[in-house]
């Protein structure tokens, strides 16, 4: 009797019918009783075991599409025509309790906003044994399918995360209890929007091992829906690139990615800071125009409006599906034009900055009370930033980057002993205390424009209250510089008398940065400017930040997670951990040098749409409490080059290895450029109960320290 047929070999010969497979999806949303269409014939198919990713800016209907596979629709939502088959089961056409059962015992999905999908007034345990009950589970056995559930996705201490609410857990590990909760069925289809955006580059790396472990220990076929497109890269088999409704490209990812041949895919790679490439190398690409809005009617090719190859014969007949490799596909005209558009020389900007500081600050501490305990969020940070540079500044959520930021702004007053000069002149610790030319002097541009700005005003009235408060013009002059302002960052006339809500995310932050810009101000701090913006629209922003720099000379404290567009951008970059600057350098010598090893962590996590790969430095547990510093080398509790007796022992000091390049360990150079080795700890200062997770009595809530309120995120998270 032969060998039965092994996975890889009953899906290659189509003996097993594919885990999702969609079929000409046609959906509609109805608006005011009008059908809008929103997919227009959506192909594609995940065999069981394979991992396949959706990849195209926000609108495109990559979570439409998701949401239809599983028949998650709103009430207004349609099929209009097409199929949709997971096991050859048609989903489209089962009944509720069908589709009930479904979707509890074979697909499960992991949401994009793991605070979202919890119930905030119930305990981790009873949300997860509830997954269990749900599959027909008594008590008992789901109290124990839910601590063996934690420590499947690698929670080191069940017990005690299982009596915690949700609020208590750090967005890793309530995206790991998400990731537990869906699993509980044990699916053959896992459905993940976003899983890991929001999240440090580390938590992403350790949530993305994760996803791989259990998929190769489930055999569960996963869909993938990601901005990231290096987390496309590194995690799936094969990639679908949408665009209005549409996948207009689909094949393997590493060939889809190094090979482009659709202009849309072409666009979105040349919009990433790829291959270490710099703002004086070349600007990025940004592709032009929007994307249409729901219901547009595009009978022929749906990117006929913002592709540079677009001829007559796009506006008469659509696209034909064209093979262009094994399993390699697009849908384009003019595929033997792709290459021009690879090869599309962009111009480059240029290194600015002077070696004159417009910002100093010396032994800047900034120390926060509660219950009678000091908590330092700073520790003696001494930072210059040059007329004309970007400082990029880097770390994980907790280390302190907007509690700098808000620190300098005077937002929080700094602690006595230290000082902030602004050209050349000390500035008061307190806002409040400040004169509006050092106010109008360093300007935010926040992470959320929609928090940021008032929703019922115009933007014009955004604009000229600013111009009025920061430079005390009158109306006439703060009507004719808000235009001006507007034109510089690309807004039309139409866009200052429209409100806020009205505008794209894109068009949002253009508004934040211009009216930043209101009082002409040498410094701007940019807080995570485009986290939340696609690649298209972030290279937009990117490019006008550099072209203002170019301009006015501006400086840039830019903070961020993203460590490919802090590359582009940074004329040099520090590292924060706990409050302190880890790492100082020019951004090159960042890169390809020497590192601390808490940058080696750091750089290591990054996942490269170029395939590039490197060994990934897991940090062990989490950033520790403020509160509770480990002793030594605050971090030497995860250090993976941790010598006993001397990093948990003494502090190191900040020292140069190069010029302009420095770094706060005790290790010589020669030590930090060998290839490291994981480290057993013993006796450590640190334990998991402390800094592992943040507790309830950790919170910075509501709490008063000198007639100043906390901010929770200040010292927990940025």
Not at 436 to 444: E, F, G, T
Not at 484 to 491: G, V
Not at 639 to 664: N, Q, S, W, Y
Request: proline share 6%.
């Amino acid at each position: 009797m032969s060998a039965p047929a092994s996975l890889t070999d009953r899906i290659t010969s189509g003996a097993m019918a594919p885990a999702l497979e969609v079929v000409d999806l046609h959906m509609s949303y109805i608006v005011r009783g009008v059908p809008r269409e929103v997919l227009r014939g959506v192909n594609f198919h995940i065999q069981p075991g394979e991992a396949y990713g959706l990849v195209g800016e926000s609108g495109c209907g990559k979570s439409t599409t998701a949401y239809a596979a599983l028949r998650y629709l709103p009430g207004n939502g349609r099929i209009t025509q097409g199929e949709i088959r997971s096991g050859g089961r048609d989903i489209t056409s089962m009944s509720s309790k069908e589709l009930q059962a479904f979707r509890s015992s074979q697909a499960s999905m992991v949401y994009q906003d793991p605070v979202a999908a919890m119930n905030p007034s119930l305990k981790i345990g009873r949300q997860v044994e509830e997954s269990f009950k749900l599959i027909g589970q008594s008590a008992s056995d789901a109290k124990a399918s839910a601590y063996a559930a934690l420590e499947q996705v690698r929670i080191a201490d069940p017990t005690s995360v299982l009596d915690r609410y949700p609020h208590q857990l750090s967005g890793g590990m309530l995206q790991r209890v998400v990731i537990a909760m869906a699993l509980a069925s044990k699916p053959e289809l896992l459905v993940l929007d976003e899983p890991t955006t929001g999240l440090d580059a580390t938590v992403e790396a350790e949530v993305l091992d994760l996803i791989r472990a259990l998929r190769s220990e489930t055999g569960a076929a996963v869909l993938l829906i990601a901005h990231n497109l290096g987390v496309i890269r590194t995690m799936c088999d094969r990639v679908g690139v949408m665009y209005a409704g549409k996948v207009i490209e689909e094949g393997p990812a590493q060939e889809v990615f190094d090979s482009p041949e659709h202009p849309y895919t072409v666009g979105l790679l040349n919009a990433i800071p790829r291959a270490g490439l710099r703002k004086t190398d070349r600007a990025l690409y940004s592709i032009p125009g929007e994307l249409p809005s729901i219901g547009t009617d595009l009978p022929t090719c749906v990117y006929i409006d913002r592709c540079a190859l677009a001829d007559e014969k796009c506006k008469s007949t659509p696209p034909p599906a064209t093979s262009v490799g094994e399993g390699h596909q697009t849908f384009c005209h003019h595929v033997d034009r792709v290459g021009e558009l690879r090869d599309a020389e962009v111009g480059a900007f240029s290194n600015v900055s002077s070696d004159d500081n417009v910002l100093q600050l010396t032994g800047v501490a900034k120390t926060f009370r509660q219950a009678g305990q000091d908590i330092p969020a700073l520790v003696s940070v001494d930072l210059g930033i040059a007329e004309g540079e970007t400082l990029g500044l880097v770390g994980e959520s907790g280390s302190g980057k907007s509690t700098m930021a808000k620190t300098m702004l005077g937002v929080h007053s700094y602690d006595p002993g230290g000082d902030i000069v602004l050209d050349g002149v000390s500035v008061p610790a307190a806002a409040t205390n400040r004169t509006p030319a050092n106010s109008a002097a360093m300007q935010m541009v926040f992470q959320n424009p929609d928090s940021a700005l008032n929703r019922v005003w115009t933007v014009r009235r955004i604009l000229e209250r600013s111009i009025i408060k920061l430079t005390g013009a009158s109306k006439d002059d703060a009507r004719a510089r808000a235009e001006d302002i507007a034109s510089a960052m690309r807004l039309s006339p139409r866009h200052l008398d429209m409100r806020p809500r009205q505008l794209s995310g894109g068009l949002k932050q253009r508004v934040a940065i211009a009216r930043a810009f209101a009082g002409d101000p040498k410094l701007v701090v940019c807080d995570e400017p485009t986290s939340a913006l696609d690649v298209s629209v972030q290279s937009a922003i990117l490019n006008l930040l550099a072209n203002i720099q170019n301009d006015q000379r501006t400086s840039y404290l830019f903070i961020t997670h993203d460590i490919g567009v802090v590359r582009y951008l940074a004329d040099r970059i520090a590292v924060m951990y706990l409050g302190r600057i880890m790492e100082l350098g020019p951004t090159d010598a960042m890169f390809q040098g020497v590192n601390h090893p808490y940058t080696e962590a750091l750089l290591s996590a990054v996942p490269s749409v170029d395939g590039e790969t490197r060994e990934r430095i897991p940090l062990d547990g989490e950033i520790p409490s403020p509160k509770n510093p480990p002793s030594g080398c605050v971090f030497h509790t995860r250090c993976h080059r941790f010598v006993e007796g001397l990093c948990d022992t003494k502090e190191p000091e900040l020292r140069e290895i190069a010029p302009g390049h420095m770094i706060k360990c005790h290790l010589d150079v020669a030590d930090l450029g060998v290839v490291p080795v994981q480290v057993q700890r013993k006796g450590s200062t640190f334990g998991e109960a402390d800094g592992a997770e943040l507790q309830s009595s950790d919170s910075f809530d509501d709490t008063v320290v000198e007639g100043e309120q906390v901010d929770p995120e200040d010292t927990v998270n940025d």
